[in-house]
Every structure is written in C-alpha cells, then in structure tokens.
C-alpha cells in the first residue's frame, strides 16, 4: 500500500551561539529522518527528551518548517507548500499535544474548543453542532460537558477534549506529542486504549511521540527509536522489541518492566552511563559512542548508517555492532 506520508533526509537546524568567530554554527536537532507511515498504522516514535522526536512531529504537521529534506502526504510535498495551498491539506493532519491545559483555550467552552477546526473549514453552524455533539461522545465525554470551561475538567479529560478537536475534521494523520505524559499513570492506558479504539473506527493513522517504549508498546505497529536527532532502529514493533538491534534500543527496553516477576528478577538492567549529549556539540563517530557498553574503536571515527539488519527483513538499525 502506498504510504500516508513520507518523510525523506528531513533536517532542522536552529542557529546556534555565536562562536569566537562571530559565526553562527548551526545546532542539528534533526538530522537526516527518513521514515514512512502507512494508512491507518500506528508509528512510535521514542528517545530520552531532547533527541528531537517534538521537533521531528512539529515539521510533520508544518507547524515547524524544516531546513532539509521533505514531507509528502500521499504523494504531494507539503514541505514548501504555500499557507493558503495547504489549507485544504489542513484538515488531513493535526495535532495532539503533550500538556492539555496549555492547547486549551480557557477562554473558550468545550463546544467551541471542539468546533472551531469545524468552522475553519466552513461547515454549516447546524451540521457543526452535530459533529461537536457526536465527538464528545466518541471520546468519552458528556453533551453536558460542552458549555463547560478547561479548568473544570481533570487532565485525563481535558485531553479526551484536545483528541476530540484533533478528530474533528476526520483527518488521515494525527502527531501525538507525548500525550499521556502529563496525565496520571492511572489514568494513560485509559487515554492510550480510546486512541486505539479510535483508531479502530475511524481508520486514522498516527505518529505517537513517547520517552519511554513502554507507553507506545501496545498500541504501535512499528517503533522508530531516536537519539540525538537521528534514527538509530527503526522496524515492526514485534521484532523491535523482542530483539533490539541497537544497544540504545536494548537499554531502552531494559528499563520497561517485565509482567513476569521471576523474569523481571533475571533481567539485566543497563544502566546508560551519563544524559544524552547536547545537540551543540555530539561526538564524533557514533554519537552513542561515550555511553555505548559495546563500543569499539570505530565508533569513535565512523558514523554508522542506517541499514538494514537482516537482507530479507525491514527493520533498519544504524550500529556497526549490531544484535542478531
Ligand atoms: Fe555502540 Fe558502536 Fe553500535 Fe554506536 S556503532 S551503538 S558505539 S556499538
Ligand atoms: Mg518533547
């Protein structure tokens, strides 16, 4: 099947401090991001914050222009499309944010939060209020809800509400940056498993930004793993997770508990020596390479390119050493 979108070599450099030579040297937050999703498939994409994976879903809904490579919605670069052009496109992909509250307009009632991509769109008043009473009820919420402010709802529901506008225009994509990171442990499978069902009936696709790969386990069909602005594994989320070939995915998938306590007991843990590096100055080589407990020489002087890990399968992984 064709892909939904298609990301190719996609960059953003933000202008750096200036140096002693009064030059500007860049910072890559994102540097060479190639990935595809397909039509109604779910795509996690992880790394600890700072890795660039916001920044890599801002530029996949153009709310952040890149400064390399391009974006293609079913076959037509959206990368430098013009705001009016994009318009129409507008509906096909929107955004699902990490702290509700703050995408929330207090100023606005529920039924005008919920409305407004509606009315953007020119849909008729009457057909409006039909929607916005259908999405309260697809996520959750009830027709009383509707004149009532963001304040009075807890963050579990004030993000049923962000989810609920993100759906409003039935797009093909939505970009979940971390959005059940702010919620209560209690309360994320409960978000997690209505964008499943979601999912389900509506047939969207989504781009689901975590930091930790036990959020996007269950509801991921394939798992993109960042570090440093680049994608180090990429492949099904099966393969992925049963057998990481990255030693950044492995300590990745170290840290999620296991549901079988003698299991969880037998597990080794790999500790990751130090944070993540910083975007303005990475190391040479692999930029993994100073916490990497299976670092070589190599590593130091030559970067790894992303490839695949077996002829005969998809899952890619950029590591000289890889597992399996
Ligand atoms: Fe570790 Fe070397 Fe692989 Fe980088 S290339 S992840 S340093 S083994
Ligand atoms: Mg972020």
Redesign the pocket.
């Known amino acids: 099947e064709a892909p939904l979108l298609s990301v190719q070599d996609l960059g953003m450099t933000f202008p750096g401090p200036r140096g002693v030579l009064s030059r500007r040297a860049g910072i890559k937050a994102v540097d060479g991001v190639t990935f595809d999703v397909r039509p109604g498939e779910t795509l996690g994409l992880v790394g600890e914050s700072g890795c660039g994976k916001s920044t890599t879903g801002r530029m996949l809904v153009r709310l952040l222009d890149p400064t390399a490579g391009r974006v293609s919605f079913r076959g037509a670069d959206i990368t430098r499309t013009g705001q009016r052009e994009l318009r129409p496109l507008r509906s096909k992909f929107q955004m699902i944010f990490q702290d509700p509250f703050a995408s929330l307009n207090p100023r606005q009632t529920v039924q005008q939060i919920i409305a407004a991509p509606l009315r953007a769109q020119g849909v008729a008043p009457d057909a409006v209020r039909r929607e916005v009473r259908d999405l309260v009820g697809l996520v959750g919420l009830a027709p009383e809800h509707l004149e009532r402010y963001p304040h009075q709802f807890s963050g579990g529901q004030a993000q049923r509400i962000g989810i609920a506008r993100a759906l409003a225009t039935r797009p093909e994509l939505v970009v979940a940056d971390e959005p059940v990171s702010a919620l209560d442990v209690s309360i994320q499978a409960q978000i997690v498993g209505l964008m499943e069902r979601l999912q389900r009936e509506l047939g969207v696709a989504y781009v689901f930004i975590a930091h930790d790969l036990a959020v996007v386990k269950h509801i991921s069909h394939r798992v993109a793993v960042m570090y440093l602005g680049r994608i180090?594994e990429i492949g099904g989320k099966d393969e992925v997770y049963a057998d990481p070939a990255?030693?950044?995915t492995k300590a990745l998938l170290s840290a999620v508990p296991l549901p079988d306590p003698a299991a969880e007991r037998a597990r080794e843990r790999i500790v990751l020596l130090g944070d993540p590096p910083s975007p303005a100055n990475p190391p040479s080589?692999?930029?993994?390479?100073p916490r990497?407990?299976?670092?070589?020489p190599?590593?130091?002087t030559e970067r790894?390119l992303l490839r695949l890990t077996a002829p005969s399968g998809t899952r890619q992984a950029?590591?000289?050493?890889?597992e399996a």
């Open positions: 180090v990255h030693p950044y080589g692999c930029t993994f390479h990497c407990p299976k670092a070589q190599v590593c130091s790894p950029a590591c000289h050493f890889p």
